[in-house]
């Protein structure tokens, strides 16, 4: 049984407590969206990433394509999070009830709550030499405590120990916080306050913090600290995602920048992940060219995190109207090299031509690359490997080549790429003349029921001696890729017919291989499928007419089940629509969405509504593109009416 947001429609509608499902069924993938961003962490170890959305009071579990799993609530006022070692608890800082909340990463079920006795905060989290700090607000100051998990308070001992920032550092509020793997038990702290700036570099190895560097200035070093980073391998904190400060003998200096910044997040290898208005850039250490830039449009990035094994990078990425998104950005440290090819837009059959090109890319390339080439025409429809052009130390590179047949001749240059660079290719056309021919398909646009057998008939004009055409269907989704229907010569008047079973949105190509003489072709059409739909109600004590309009009738006191019946898909979702009728007209009430089991099936319970009286009316749809799916064309059940009696 689960709750939904129609249930409270509902319950207004109906007097009913909620509307849920009752019988097992799918859940579609949901993107993890955020009101106010509330921490984000992502944990190797499950391979999961936790949003926490402060306005919610929740955190939530996606996989590392950003898809929720699962999530937990009474988070109250969550501000940040941070992942144990071993990746099986994620500890949320609860700044409105006060306490750290520690999650079971796997199940999100709470294992622990840990009062915080502070009048602000907990604020930001770390974990680090087995324990979990944070920073809180004491009085006119910020200050820094923790929780030692391994701590059993049933002993007589509190987990949580509080006024622990070291002798020598000050902040004007509760601080940023941020640890390394590469650098176990040590925090670094950082803070914007009203005149200053802060930050420190912090050990907790020991039994009691020890400050290793402290600054606090009048913005002369940072301008304002809004984000800080421990640099790994370095005695360094990257500020703002741009400036990097060492540190030494107790102090800090600037040690370089980066070209722009906002925050930032580093992966364990070092590699930094920059936010700057609509872009996120990666850089290697202390390099100030690209290795690949994201664009995250104009409502810029809340927060970032690197995945453990630097695979991929989590932003929180702004929506229109509001809120926040949780994006996966893939390959992160493999920057896209350009890859240019040049071939003459025509040339003559049997005479040589000379293809160009240019390969650069932002960050170094090996020297003497060798470029894959490919040669696709008529001959060798599959593709005839060439000698590999070399690039030269400018980028440039050109082959010779002197193409055997007529019609399309492309040239594809490829490059495997390396450990710094993605794979990459491209390429380029020669229209070598031909006379052209006439080819059309049928059934362009058309719309069928769920099933049919449709028969699309192609025609061929006038070629040399090929009169053979193929035809190949490919229904929407990945599941089921393009298939060839049938391939066969043309009859005396050109055609070819073939029937396609209309069980999907599908996409119909008519395909002439061409000949010496005429060109090839190709032409696609699309046609529409239905799903096949239907819904069922049950609990009633008997159908009668109201009017000319037979009605389900229930007890005021007995809940309607309708069990929709639909082609199933993976992930698919139903859309229930339901009417209330009230002063002679129909009134729309809130649509919800309900996710198919395996069998095509879900039932749904209305909740019974504890008075006599009500008419309402209910259908089940499938709607393109928010039904999980967009396989097939919208399509939409007939209505069930349903009455409640005494």
């Given amino acids: 049984m689960r709750s939904i947001s129609t249930a409270t429609a509902l319950a207004v509608l109906f007097g009913s407590a909620a509307l849920s499902v009752v019988a097992t069924s799918t859940a579609s993938a949901a993107t993890a969206n955020v009101t106010s961003p509330g921490g984000l962490v992502a944990d190797g170890a499950l391979k999961r990433v936790f949003v926490g959305d402060s306005s919610a009071g929740t955190v939530a579990a996606t996989d590392y394509s950003g898809n929720i799993l699962a999530s937990v609530g009474g988070i109250k006022g969550v501000s940040d999070l941070a992942v144990s070692d071993d990746g099986t608890t994620v500890y949320a800082a609860a700044q409105e009830t006060h306490e750290i909340v520690a999650i079971d990463a796997a199940t999100l079920d709470v294992k622990a709550r840990y009062p915080v006795a502070t009048g602000e905060g907990p604020r930001y989290l770390a974990v680090s030499a087995g324990k979990v700090w944070f920073t809180y607000g004491d009085q006119w100051s910020g200050n820094?405590?923790?929780?030692?998990?391994?701590?059993?308070?049933?002993?007589?001992?509190?987990?949580?120990?509080?006024?622990?920032?070291?002798?020598?550092?000050?902040?004007?509020?509760?601080?940023?916080?941020?640890?390394?793997?590469?650098?176990?038990?040590?925090?670094?702290?950082?803070?914007?306050?009203?005149?200053?700036?802060?930050?420190?570099?912090?050990?907790?190895?020991?039994?009691?913090?020890?400050?290793?560097?402290?600054?606090?200035?009048?913005?002369?070093?940072?301008?304002?600290?809004?984000?800080?980073?421990?640099?790994?391998?370095?005695?360094?904190?990257?500020?703002?995602g741009a400036v990097r400060d060492a540190y030494a003998d107790g102090r800090f200096s600037q040690a370089g920048t980066y070209p722009s910044g906002q925050q930032a997040d580093i992966a364990a290898d070092g590699t930094v992940a920059t936010t700057s208005g609509g872009t996120i850039t990666t850089y290697r250490p202390n390099a100030t060219k690209a290795i690949r830039t994201y664009s995250t449009g104009v409502y810029g990035t809340a927060d970032l995190a690197?995945?453990?094994?630097?695979?991929?990078?989590?932003?929180?990425?702004?929506?229109?109207?509001?809120?926040?998104?949780?994006?996966?950005?893939?390959?992160?440290?493999?920057?896209?090299?350009?890859?240019?090819?040049?071939?003459?837009?025509?040339?003559?059959?049997?005479?040589?031509?000379?293809?160009?090109?240019?390969?650069?890319?932002?960050?170094?390339?090996?020297?003497?690359?060798?470029?894959?080439?490919?040669?696709?025409?008529?001959?060798?429809?599959?593709?005839?490997?060439?000698?590999?052009?070399?690039?030269?130390?400018?980028?440039?590179?050109?082959?010779?080549?002197?193409?055997?047949a007529g019609g399309t001749v492309t040239y594809k240059v490829s490059y495997a790429g390396d450990a710094g660079h993605a794979a990459v290719s491209a390429s380029d056309k020669v229209s070598v003349s031909r006379a052209a021919t006439g080819l059309s398909l049928n059934n362009n646009g058309k719309l069928y029921s769920y099933g049919a057998d449709v028969k699309f008939t192609a025609h061929l004009g006038k070629t040399y001696k090929n009169r053979t055409v193929s035809v190949y269907a490919d229904p929407f989704g990945a599941d089921k890729p393009k298939k060839l229907v049938k391939t066969g010569k043309v009859n005396s008047s050109g055609n070819l017919t073939v029937t396609v079973d209309m069980t999907r949105d599908t996409a119909v190509s008519a395909v002439f291989a061409g000949d010496a003489r005429y060109a090839s072709r190709t032409v696609k059409v699309t046609a529409y499928a239905k799903v096949k739909i239907s819904t069922a109600i049950s609990k009633h004590y008997k159908t009668a007419k109201i009017g000319s309009t037979s009605y389900y009738w229930f007890h005021k006191n007995s809940a309607p089940i309708v069990t929709t019946t639909m082609t199933y898909y993976p992930n698919r979702q139903e859309r229930l629509d339901l009417q209330v009728y009230y002063d002679g007209r129909w009134y729309d009430s809130d649509s919800e969405y309900f996710g198919l089991g395996t069998s095509g099936k879900v039932a749904v319970n209305l909740g019974a509504p504890g008075q006599s009286g009500i008419k309402a009316r209910i259908r089940a749809a499938y709607i393109n593109g928010s039904s999980g799916d967009n396989v097939n064309s919208t399509t939409y059940s007939d209505w069930k009416y349903i009455y409640f009696s005494n």
């Fill in 144 to 240: 820094l405590g923790s929780v030692d998990p391994a701590t059993d308070p049933a002993g007589g001992t509190d987990p949580v120990t509080l006024g622990q920032m070291p002798e020598g550092v000050s902040i004007w509020d509760p601080g940023f916080l941020d640890t390394a793997a590469s650098r176990p038990g040590v925090l670094a702290i950082g803070e914007t306050g009203i005149s200053t700036d802060s930050m420190a570099v912090v050990d907790v190895s020991g039994a009691t913090p020890q400050k290793v560097a402290h600054y606090s200035g009048d913005y002369t070093l940072n301008s304002g600290i809004y984000d800080i980073d421990l640099v790994p391998g370095a005695d360094e904190v990257l500020v703002n």
């Fill in 306 to 404: 690197w995945a453990p094994d630097d695979s991929r990078i989590f932003a929180l990425v702004g929506k229109s109207g509001g809120g926040y998104t949780l994006k996966a950005l893939t390959d992160p440290e493999k920057n896209v090299p350009t890859l240019t090819v040049n071939a003459p837009s025509s040339a003559t059959r049997a005479k040589k031509l000379t293809v160009t090109g240019k390969l650069t890319s932002a960050v170094a390339l090996p020297a003497g690359v060798k470029l894959q080439v490919t040669r696709t025409d008529l001959e060798s429809p599959k593709g005839k490997a060439l000698p590999a052009a070399t690039v030269q130390a400018n980028g440039t590179y050109s082959f010779a080549d002197t193409p055997p």
